[in-house]
């Protein structure tokens, strides 16, 4: 019997991305921000049924720039599943924050909702309420949203959804991308479209997302001159980069 490798998600190119790509470059839009990061934006919120999106440089980007706006900082706790990729985690300590995992349940493989209630309860019993949860859906299967969007009302504890693997999976006719208070998503050689390398922030709150592109681009004042008056970080997506994504999207 022939043994044959079977890949867990391979890069596809459906043929339009070379067009985009080839745009930017007659253009000459071939640093960071452009045409294609905006076309690519929109095609993301209107696809996902989100108000605002950000293109970034990868997924671990936007979920540090979501605790960051949502203040994450040194000695805060934010609740994690146990069975996800690093990357869902680190940036929790990047914020000196610490991360508290919670295992997974049998049917989705993501978080489980009752274990989730358990840990909260715990933690606050211990006078040490968490700040924020992310929830991953893993494979591309979603989590249990009702039951955990329950308990982040509950506890007041807001959602950053981590789609990374989801993009165009659905719960009730709404798709994942759509569930947290900030949302993101990840555009690696390995997921469901793919920028080469990249990621997106989404939300329906427009000023988070305002908030998030004014740090990715290095927190840059509008000013004659170069003027910072935060720190900021070199998080956005390149127009060569989103063109591919632009591409991606006509064939997902």
Known sequence: MENKRIWLSSPHMGGHESDFVQEAFDTNWVAPLGPNVNGFEKDLTEYVGIKSAGALASGTAAIHLALILLGIKEEDEVICQSFTFSASANPICYQKATPIFVDSELDTWNIDPELLE??????????????????????????????????????????????????????????????????????????IITTSGGGAILSNETELIEKARFLATQARDEAPHYQHSAIGYNYRMSNILAGIGRGQMKVL
């Open 118 to 191: 358990q840990v909260i309860k715990n933690r606050i019993e211990k006078g040490k309420k968490p700040k924020a949860m992310i929830v991953v859906h893993l494979y591309g299967m979603p989590a249990k949203m009702d039951q955990i969007i329950g308990i982040s009302n509950k506890y007041n504890i807001p959602i950053i959804e981590d789609a990374a693997e989801a993009l165009g999976s659905y719960i009730n006719n709404r798709k994942c991308g759509s569930f947290g208070k900030l949302s993101v998503l990840s555009f690696n050689g390995n997921k």
